[in-house]
């Protein structure tokens, strides 16, 4: 059981650039997030999808957009990198709803230069 | 709005010892649910607790314990009896329709 899979693990991209981020979940979670962490600032949510078809902003969304492409899959795009982006990025995915735990994938460390 | 404070950016603790690590937090939803996660170098990202805002009894999980006081916000997590395997970063973190993480705590342990 792969539980929640991100490509790629790392990543260099020049300013300017563009690329997406792969998520994809085999435990048919409704839910789907993704963070970036940072040193000193923990987990930051960018965007999360609360079901299949739906996605909502969340604390630090400029620059992001998302696809929330089926059940399974929930992608990051970065249009045009800065560096200031440089960070690692999480995806998550739970059954939504109250009380239930987040699986987490193992992380894409992202360098913008 | 969802908010979480973890106001303590690093602790200690000797090995065998007791270890309480802080969460304060916000939200304007009347059903909510409180975590910890443990993140240790390896970045994974590892469940240790649990707190349904609606029950008044403490979650224990082993060594792992809250207290959590619903009127102060607050949610701290205690660990006994700390082994070396405890070190690592600390997130507090809470569901209310949307999870949403705090700055981290990174606990040491000394052996």
């Known amino acids: 059981n792969a539980g929640v899979t991100q490509t790629p693990k790392f990543q260099v991209l020049k300013t300017g650039q563009s690329m997406t981020l792969q998520c994809a979940q085999d435990m048919n979670h409704n839910s789907m997030y993704w963070y970036r962490q940072d040193p000193g600032m923990g987990l930051r949510l960018i965007y999360y999808s609360a079901s299949e078809g739906t996605t909502d902003k969340g604390e630090v969304p400029n620059g992001y957009n998302v696809s929330r492409l089926n059940k399974r899959e929930f992608s990051l795009r970065l249009e045009s990198a800065a560096p200031s982006q440089t960070s690692v990025y999480f995806c998550?995915?739970?059954?939504?709803?109250?009380?239930?735990?987040?699986?987490f994938g193992q992380g894409t460390r992202l360098t913008v230069v | 709005a969802q908010t979480v404070t973890q106001s303590q950016p690093e602790m200690s603790v000797q090995e065998a010892e007791t270890v309480t690590l802080s969460c304060t937090y916000d939200t304007s939803e009347s059903d909510y649910y409180l975590f910890w996660y443990k993140q240790p170098p390896s970045r994974q990202m590892i469940l240790v607790i649990r707190?349904?805002?609606?029950?008044?009894q403490n979650a224990t999980e082993n060594r792992f314990s809250v207290n959590f006081q619903k009127a102060a916000k607050s949610f701290s997590l205690k660990i006994s009896d700390s082994q070396l395997g405890d070190a690592a970063m600390y997130f507090c973190a809470l569901y209310g329709n949307k999870l949403v993480f705090g700055a981290g705590t990174i606990l040491r342990v000394k052996s």
């Open positions: 998550a995915s739970s059954w939504g709803g109250s009380g239930t735990e987040a699986f």
């Open positions: 707190q349904e805002a609606y029950k008044q």
